[in-house]
């Protein structure tokens, strides 16, 4: 399995609307590309970070398929996340893959 994770810190002032649009608009927008099979939405409560931190977690089934989201959507969306929100948040993105444990 491989999971997208976006860790976002946004400034505490805005983190309730930024969240709402988050779940409103951008999620959806991201799973109707049709490359992921779920997501997950965490907090992150111990922070050393100003601001609120969240981890946004995409899942899909092989590095092809998030290949793909990358090249045909992932700059479109990070660029509408950027029209909406612009220098109140941080963003960096980590690709992994799960171990399976023996």
């Known amino acids: 399995m491989i999971i997208f994770n976006d860790t976002v ?3 505490e002032a ?3 609307k930024w969240l709402g649009w988050l779940q409103e608009v951008h999620i959806p927008a ?20 100003e601001g ?3 981890c946004i ?3 899909t089934d092989n590095i092809q398929k998030f290949n793909e989201f990358y090249t045909k959507h992932l700059h479109q969306l990070q660029e509408a996340h950027n029209r909406q929100f612009e220098n109140q948040f941080v963003i960096f993105n980590t690709l992994m893959q799960t171990v399976d444990a023996k």
């Open 9 to 11: 810190i946004v400034e």
């Open 30 to 49: 991201v799973m109707a590309t049709g490359y992921f099979n779920s997501y997950k939405v965490l907090n992150v409560i111990d922070s050393p970070n």
């Open 52 to 54: 609120v931190t969240y």
């Open 14 to 16: 805005i983190h309730q």
């Open 57 to 59: 977690q995409y899942e």
